[in-house]
């Protein structure tokens, strides 16, 4: 395929010291769609305008060809050649001139640059308006009378006026309801198809990238991160940020509550050093505050399914999102006199940084086992668990202790779990005094912090109270506490809301996903209770009999369950309704009760 864009090393500055891009690379050939996604201000429309030649020296530097054209440094001449017959930008906003009609904008570049007489340029801006299911009637209208739609519309007529060979729209859809978008997406989508153009689409809409483009670069700070096929980077993105990116964004196909990403996007006047992403990122070293990683091929072992997209780059010092948790051929016996019961059989998965997987299952499933066994607390009789590749536990060996301190277990019952002869402060403590690696004033501190962090008194009589005092919600978020004050980078929660009242229930789950976005923390959240667990998981296991019997995305698992345990767990997860024959035929109508005059 004959190149048409080549991007190298290009750099943006503008007055006032602020990096708007830096060292971008970039490549895209006739008829090819790319679609440039990421946060406000991640220097998505200066590529945009850099692309249409509007960025020059000296707030430019590197180089951009198209058609073997450079356009940094050009002559204004050069420049006014390529624009609306090779290159069209639609800019942000659709920027109309309010005093002049929308049919003599679109017509301008046909009289300006063809030439051709007003007469001729009107008929032609109609057949512009039809092509883009514009109503030509609008054409004699004024911009701010007609809709944001239409005035998008009209910009795409404009945009295609001269027939360019690139397209590059900046937030096309931005300000639209999902109607209008979509009718947007996929005209654009036609045009492009039988135009046979290049399309450029700089949008946060990640629906719309999905479905305008082939391709995807995410840029974050300037800075591309990373760059590959469409459905390798926004299905099964590697990069922290393309994850926590697409994981904080609303769509009607997850069901999981949204999850911001923790800290703002960085002043692109004061960017930071090393990897532009690190002060935020949950995995960070130190390496990665030292220096710049370079864009490179992401390796096979950097995604979910163990397969990497041909042309999949990623800009990580670690290789991308990385596996915290992975539990291989999981088997486990308990005897009771002659009798021998399996409890797990040939369990596997694995739990990247920052995600959060459910274990679901009937009751005597194996669920609490698997809990036990991949915090330590267990051993398995066959198979293993490793904690950022490390083994931490299989047969015949102890789990190591550094190891043990980064994956804490909370437990089922809070009740059983805390000592009744410890104080709160005690409690809490206990995990730092039995490792010994701080001293009494620092102890106290990091408990103060971790009460604090999950809605509890830092001061006054709590700290000397006793669990007996305490109410369950209370004593579960002391359970979370105690297991947070050691700074695991895993949390196993074993049912730790089911002894909770609906309204505990929501604010231990509320406390559950701001540790995790703050920490980064990785979640195996163990429960039967699957309308919950849906709300806060990224992918679910399904356990029955000791087997996993199926594994997938929340979404999916929850909505349309493949296997006979999870129909039965969606069944039993209904939603109560009020002509629900359960409550009627006690003799209780509630509706009834609900009326004036009951």
Known sequence: MTTLVEVDDLSVCFDGGAQALAGVNLRLGRGESLAVVGESGSGKSTLA?????????????????????????????????????????????????????????VAEPLRERLRLGRKDAALRARDLAVEVLLDPALLDRYPHQVSGGERRRATLAMVLALDPTLVVLDEPTAGLDPATSQALVRRVMTLA??????????????????????????????????????????????????????????????????RPIRG????????????VFHPRCTQAEDQCAQRRPALEPASADSDAAGQTARDHELACHLGGLRVLLSAHGLHKWFDAGKQRTQALSDVSFSLRQGESVGVVGP??????????????????????????????????????RSGRRRIQLVMQDPIDALSPRLSIERLVAEPLEAEGAFDAEQ???????????????????????YAHQLSGGQLQRVALARALVCQPLVLVADEPT?????????????????????????????????????????????????????????????????????????HAASPLALDHPGLTDVGFDPRAAASPSA
């Open 498 to 570: 089911s002894q909770l009242d609906p309204s505990e229930q929501a604010r231990l789950l509320g406390l559950l996903r701001e540790r995790q976005v703050e920490l980064g923390l990785g979640l195996v959240l163990v429960s039967h209770d699957l309308a919950m667990v849906r709300k806060v998981t990224d992918r679910i296991v399904v356990l029955d009999g000791g087997r996993v019997v199926e594994v997938g995305p929340s979404e999916v698992v929850s909505v349309a369950p493949a296997s006979s345990t999870a129909q039965r767990l969606v």
């Open 49 to 105: 305008m850099c692309l249409a030649g509007l960025v020059q020296a000296p707030h430019a530097a590197g180089s951009i060809r198209l058609n073997g054209k450079e356009l940094l440094g050009a002559t204004e001449a050069t420049l006014r050649s390529l624009r609306w017959t090779t290159v069209a930008l639609a800019l942000q906003g659709s920027p109309f001139n309010p005093v002049a009609t929308i049919g003599s904008q």
């Open 443 to 465: 102890r106290r501190g990091l408990v103060l912090d971790a009460l604090e962090s999950v809605g509890l008194p830092r001061s006054g009589t709590f700290l000397t109270s």
């Open 363 to 400: 009751s005597g499933s194996g669920k609490s086992t698997l809990a036990a066994v991949l915090s330590g607390h267990l051993r398995p009789d066959s198979g293993q668990v490793e904690f950022q590749g490390i083994v931490q536990s299989r047969p015949g060996q102890s789990a190591p």
């Open 264 to 275: 703002l996007p960085p002043d692109s006047r004061n960017l930071p050093s090393g990897c």
């Open 193 to 258: 198809r039988d135009r046979g153009f290049a399309l450029v689409v700089c949008t946060h809409d990640l629906t719309h990238a999905v479905g305008l483009a082939t391709r995807t670069m995410v840029l974050y700070g300037g800075h591309v991160v990373e760059h590959g096929p469409t459905p390798a980077v926004l299905k099964t993105p590697v990069h922290p940020y393309s994850w926590a990116l697409i994981n904080a964004y609303p769509s009607m196909t997850t069901t999981k509550d949204l």
